[in-house]
C-alpha cells in the first residue's frame, strides 16, 4: 500500500515525510526525485503474542510513504509527470500549508489553506475529467454510446468539470469496477493533512471544507513533530505532550490513514514468526492466504481462527484447540481485524 505525500511548494512535504519516517529519513528540503520510506504500523498485539512465542522474530505490517518530487507549476497546478506518477498510488495525502512563517515564501505569496486544498483538488478532479473525456469520444468514435460505460462516464465527466470527486460521487461495487483501469485520483483515498506549525492562520475554514468534501483529516505541527520524531522513542513523551498529542506522528498518522485505506491487520504465530498482515478489510480467508504466500492460496484447504485476545486468555493453539475456541474457516470467511490465522493447504 503506497501513499503519496502532495502539495504546493514548500507546504512541509518532506517535513512532514521526515516525522513520519523518524529516525529512518534525513532532513528538510526540495526533492527533484521521490523518497520513499516503508514505515512499521504499530500494534501492541505483537509484542503480547511474543510473550506466547518468545523464540520468534517480531514482525510488523507496513504501509510505504513516498515524499513526491516537485510537482507544481508556478500556479500551484499539478505537473502532467507527477500526475502520472500519482496514478499509480493507493492514496494520496494532501499537504495544505497553514504555518505561517515570513522565512518561508509561499509560491502563491500568501497562506490561504482553503485557496490551496481548493487548486490541488481542481488539478486532480480536472486531470480525471481529461480521462474521462477522451475515453468518452472514443466510445462514440466506435459507437458504443449505449453502454453502461458511456453513461457512467458522461455522469462522472460532469461532476469533475465542476471540481468535484469521484469518491463522493456513491459509486455502487459494480460501477467501481467498470472505471477501475482508469485509475482515477479522484477516486482514490483522500487523506488532508493540514500542516499548522508553530505558528498559523485561523485552520477553521479548512477543516470545514474538508468535512463537506469528505476527505479525512489529519492535522500536524510540521517542524516540531519532525525534530520530535529524530528522538529516541523514550524522551519523545514530554515533548508530545507539551504539543498536546498523546502519541507520536507516525502512530497517530498510520492509524488516520489504515482508516482511510480501509485496512485491517491480521496475525499470524509460531516457533519462528509473530506476525501482522495488513489486509483490505472485508476480505476472505482465501484473500489472507494469498497475502502470506501465492502457494497458500492455491493450496488452501481451510484456516484456524481465532480472535487474538481470545488466544491470549488461552495461554496457546494446544488449550484454544482443545477448549474449542479455535474455529475451522473456510475460503469464504471474512477476516476481522486480529484474527490470528494459521492457513492449511495442500499443493
Ligand atoms: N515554521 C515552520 N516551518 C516549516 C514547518 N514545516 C515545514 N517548514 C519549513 O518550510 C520549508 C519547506 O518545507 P519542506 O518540508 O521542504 O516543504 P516541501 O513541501 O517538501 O517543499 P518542496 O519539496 O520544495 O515542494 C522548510 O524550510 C521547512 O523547514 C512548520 O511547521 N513550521
Ligand atoms: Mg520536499
Redesign the pocket.
Known amino acids: 500500500m503506497e501513499t503519496g505525500l502532495i502539495?504546493?511548494?514548500?507546504?512541509?512535504?518532506?517535513?512532514?515525510?521526515s516525522a513520519l519516517a523518524g529516525g529512518a529519513a534525513g532532513g528538510?528540503?526540495?526533492?527533484r526525485r521521490s523518497r520513499i520510506a516503508e514505515v512499521a504500523v504499530p500494534d501492541e498485539r505483537i509484542g503480547k503474542l511474543w510473550e506466547l512465542f518468545p523464540t520468534a522474530k517480531r514482525t510488523y505490517a507496513t504501509v510505504v510513504i513516498k515524499?513526491m518530487?516537485?510537482?507544481?507549476g508556478e500556479k500551484g497546478a499539478l505537473t502532467p509527470a507527477a500526475l502520472a506518477e500519482m496514478r499509480t498510488l493507493d492514496a494520496l495525502a494532501l499537504?495544505i500549508r497553514a504555518?505561517?512563517?515570513p522565512?518561508?515564501p509561499h509560491p502563491l505569496e500568501s497562506v490561504d489553506p482553503v485557496r490551496d486544498l481548493r487548486r490541488l483538488l481542481d488539478s486532480l478532479s480536472f486531470a480525471d475529467y481529461a480521462v474521462a473525456e477522451t475515453r468518452l469520444e472514443r466510445i462514440v468514435k466506435e459507437g458504443k454510446k449505449s453502454g453502461k460505460e458511456y453513461q457512467l462516464l458522461e455522469q462522472l465527466s460532469a461532476r469533475l468539470a465542476e471540481g468535484g470527486l469521484i469518491s463522493g460521487a456513491g459509486l455502487n461495487p459494480d460501477e467501481l469496477r467498470l472505471i477501475s483501469g482508469f485509475s482515477f485520483l479522484t477516486a482514490k483515498p483522500l487523506l488532508l493533512i493540514v500542516?499548522?506549525?508553530?505558528?498559523t492562520v485561523e485552520v477553521a475554514p479548512v477543516l470545514k471544507q474538508a468535512r463537506t468534501l469528505g476527505l479525512d483529516l489529519f492535522v500536524?505541527?510540521?517542524?516540531?513533530e519532525?525534530e520530535i520524531a529524530q528522538l529516541p522513542r523514550e524522551e519523545q513523551q514530554a515533548f508530545l505532550a507539551d504539543l498536546g498529542l498523546e502519541a507520536p506522528t507516525s502512530d497517530r498518522f498510520l492509524r488516520q490513514l489504515y482508516h482511510s485505506l480501509k485496512l485491517i491487520s491480521f496475525l499470524t504465530a509460531g516457533e519462528k514468526d509473530v506476525r501482522a498482515w495488513s489486509l483490505p478489510r472485508g476480505s476472505t480467508a482465501l484473500k489472507a492466504a494469498g497475502r502470506i504466500h501465492t502457494d497458500l492460496e492455491k493450496g488452501f484447504i481451510r484456516a484456524e481462527a481465532i480472535a487474538f485476545e481470545q488466544l491470549v486468555s488461552e495461554g496457546g493453539f494446544a488449550q484454544a484447540r482443545k477448549s474449542g475456541t479455535l474455529r475451522l474457516e473456510g475460503k469464504e470467511y471474512v477476516v476481522q481485524d486480529g484474527d490470528v490465522l494459521t492457513i492449511r493447504f495442500n499443493l
Open positions: 502539495g504546493l511548494p514548500s507546504a512541509g512535504k518532506t517535513t512532514i515525510f528538510a528540503g526540495g526533492g515524499d518530487a516537485v510537482q507544481a499537504v504555518f505561517l512563517d522565512a518561508v500542516n499548522e506549525g508553530e505558528s500536524i505541527h510540521g517542524r516540531q519532525m
